[in-house]
């Protein structure tokens, strides 16, 4: 989905989304709002609005209701219901004071997507000034790092996630995880050389990594069954070279010995990796 306005060029400079929230939340409540992301990351954007329904039937609180709602209203920007997406994100907005930088920003989006040039940019005006307000760089970072995500999730803009990236890499230059998200971004575009160029670095950085690990090991599988045309374990255990079992193997014993635990993945070692 790419914006159809010269908008764009703006939104390149001035757009950054505050990721850093403290959420109050019991356990249920996260691991259903966690589990409404995944689906709505994957774009299965119906199944997300039932997901999310399901979080916010059992999860009241005001953090929970924002959630929710800036959910909601990505959701609906996926499934081109723009004035949907425009009552969530107002939503979202209420509930927070008019602080939500995403709820902010999944406005702009659909007011842009409307040809709502003057809201669309009064929009992420909004989100630009909240964000200048902000002077903890670590949440600066973060808020980078957010946008850079949302540009690939919901924009499809490699380059424009890369801008922003490389902006949160510069203010949090030990921060691990941005570099798991770039690695992980360009394993979703396969470019696999890139991937691993910074999965290597974050590696030297954190060498125990549970998250890195698992990222690390899925992209190595992923490059396996591209490049060989199959996700079968008793095919590419005839088509890969010894070299890359064991680097395949390496990668999945680090992450099995880091604590994931993966039936599949352990089927799948049993027949590639003994």
């Given at each position: 989905?790419?914006?159809?306005?010269?908008?764009?060029?703006?939104?390149?400079?001035?757009?950054?989304?505050?990721?850093?929230?403290?959420?109050?939340?019991?356990?249920?409540?996260?691991?259903?709002?966690?589990?409404?992301?995944?689906?709505l990351?994957?774009?299965?954007?119906?199944?997300?609005?039932?997901?999310?329904?399901?979080?916010?039937?059992?999860?009241?609180?005001?953090?929970?209701?924002?959630?929710?709602?800036?959910?909601?209203?990505?959701?609906?920007?996926?499934?081109?219901?723009?004035?949907?997406?425009?009552?969530?994100?107002?939503?979202?907005?209420?509930?927070?004071?008019?602080?939500?930088?995403?709820?902010?920003?999944?406005?702009?989006v659909?007011?842009?997507?409307?040809?709502?040039i003057?809201?669309?940019?009064?929009?992420?005006?909004?989100?630009?000034?909240?964000?200048?307000?902000?002077?903890?760089?670590?949440?600066?970072?973060?808020?980078?790092?957010?946008?850079a995500?949302?540009?690939?999730?919901q924009?499809?803009?490699?380059?424009?996630?890369?801008?922003?990236?490389?902006?949160?890499?510069?203010?949090?230059?030990?921060?691990?995880?941005?570099?798991?998200?770039?690695?992980?971004?360009?394993?979703?575009?396969?470019?696999?050389?890139r991937a691993?160029?910074?999965?290597?670095?974050?590696?030297?950085?954190?060498?125990?990594?549970?998250?890195?690990?698992?990222?690390?090991?899925?992209?190595?599988?992923?490059?396996?069954?591209?490049?060989?045309?199959?996700?079968?374990?008793?095919?590419?255990?005839?088509?890969?070279?010894?070299?890359?079992?064991?680097?395949?193997?390496?990668?999945?014993?680090?992450?099995?010995?880091?604590?994931?635990?993966?039936?599949?993945?352990?089927?799948?070692?049993?027949?590639?990796?003994?």
């Amino acid at each position: 989905m790419n914006l159809k306005i010269p908008l764009i060029a703006f939104m390149l400079t001035v757009i950054h989304i505050n990721h850093a929230q403290t959420f109050t939340m019991g356990k249920k409540c996260r691991a259903s709002l966690e589990n409404a992301k995944t689906v709505l990351k994957s774009k299965n954007y119906t199944q997300a609005l039932d997901q999310f329904a399901l979080f916010s039937a059992k999860c009241r609180t005001k953090d929970a209701k924002e959630a929710n709602a800036i959910g909601n209203a990505e959701a609906y920007n996926g499934l081109e219901r723009y004035e949907e997406a425009i009552v969530e994100a107002d939503y979202a907005l209420k509930i927070s004071k008019n602080k939500s930088l995403n709820g902010y920003f999944q406005k702009a989006v659909a007011q842009n997507k409307m040809g709502d040039i003057v809201g669309s940019k009064k929009s992420l005006n909004s989100v630009m000034e909240l964000t200048e307000n902000n002077k903890n760089i670590t949440q600066r970072a973060s808020n980078y790092a957010l946008m850079a995500a949302l540009y690939e999730r919901q924009l499809n803009e490699t380059d424009s996630a890369q801008i922003y990236l490389d902006k949160a890499k510069a203010l949090d230059p030990n921060n691990v995880n941005i570099l798991i998200q770039e690695g992980s971004m360009y394993s979703t575009k396969k470019d696999f050389v890139r991937a691993f160029e910074s999965y290597d670095k974050a590696q030297n950085m954190d060498p125990e990594n549970i998250e890195l690990s698992i990222s690390r090991s899925n992209t190595r599988l992923r490059m396996m069954e591209e490049k060989y045309g199959t996700k079968k374990a008793q095919e590419l255990r005839m088509k890969m070279s010894p070299d890359e079992k064991k680097t395949l193997c390496d990668d999945l014993n680090k992450a099995k010995s880091l604590g994931y635990k993966n039936m599949n993945r352990e089927l799948f070692m049993a027949l590639i990796c003994n």
